[in-house]
């Protein structure tokens, strides 16, 4: 059996069994504690089961079946539950908050924000902790990378800052990546998360991301679905139209006017809705 790993899943055999405690063998010096109600339905001693291990304090382990919000190398937005002289406590789905030291903390922040961070081992090298200095921290993409990531590939992507460019991301909670100002029709914001698409991997191996699907094709199909629901969200009737600002339109549908009048070109020549004067009409 290999040693157990901090931050992460482990597979290890149940030993004891209580009505007050479980306890796991992951191949360490001592077995670790599992409460007892976590345990699969059925589960009995001998079993081998798969757990989440973490620390309750420098030189005390727990495991859990609860699954948390990111493991050991992930990033992950997460709530701040409190903030002390020493450090700040994120919500990380686990009976124990994560804790951030002072020292790995960026800006200011108070309980209820969000804070992107990276998951680490503790000094010691004992434990977790979070950290939000983690600019050089990214993982680099595999040589498969232009297989694994191909165009139009769907993403989690989540807001870590801003620049003159647009808005820094991290794709699948490992990877840098960037979403251009001319492609953003909607207000981000730090720590949200949102789905996207690879646009193209650079050759220093930063991601240039899209909120939209890449190809005109692509994207007006997500737009007339855009569109539809908006119609039918609103009585059947948008007062918008190819006269209208490219600023109303993308305030409306985030969208761009060009991928707005195309797709409602479409929708027109398929009966879908009547172009009016003053706005569109839904027909069916």
Excluded at 239 to 261: G, N, P, R, T, W
């Amino acid at each position: 059996m290999t040693v157990m790993e901090i931050g992460k899943y482990n597979r290890g055999k149940i030993v004891l069994i209580t009505e007050k405690a479980c306890f796991i063998d992951l191949g360490g010096e001592n077995d670790i504690f599992l409460p007892p109600w976590e345990l699969p339905e059925g589960a009995v001693k001998g079993d081998e089961i798969d757990v989440f291990v973490y620390n309750t304090s420098s030189d005390e382990y727990r495991s859990t079946t609860v699954k948390p919000y990111a493991v050991m190398g992930e990033f992950a937005s997460l709530e701040v539950t409190d903030v002390t002289g020493f450090g700040m406590f994120l919500d990380w789905g686990l009976q124990k908050d994560l804790f951030v030291p002072s020292r790995n903390i960026r800006v200011e922040l108070k309980p209820g924000d969000l804070a992107v961070v990276k998951i680490v081992p503790d000094y010691a090298g004992k434990g977790v902790i979070g950290t939000c200095h983690f600019d050089d921290l990214f993982e680099e993409l595999p040589e498969n990378a232009v297989e694994s990531m191909k165009v139009n590939k769907k993403v989690e992507l989540i807001v870590y800052g801003f620049s003159r460019l647009g808005a820094r991301v991290i794709v699948d909670k490992k990877y840098s990546g960037m979403l251009y100002e001319n492609e953003i029709f909607e207000n981000l914001k730090i720590g949200e998360q949102y789905t996207g698409y690879i646009k193209k991997i650079r050759e220093d191996g930063l991601i240039d991301a899209a909120l939209q699907p890449q190809g005109f094709r692509a994207a007006t199909k997500d737009a007339r679905e855009i569109i539809l629901d908006a119609l039918e969200n609103s009585g059947g009737f948008l007062a918008l139209h190819d006269k209208s600002s490219a600023e109303e339109i993308k305030k409306q549908l985030l969208m761009s006017k060009k991928v707005f009048k195309k797709s409602i070109g479409g929708l027109y020549r398929e009966k879908f809705i009547t172009i009016e004067d003053d706005g569109i009409r839904l027909l069916r």
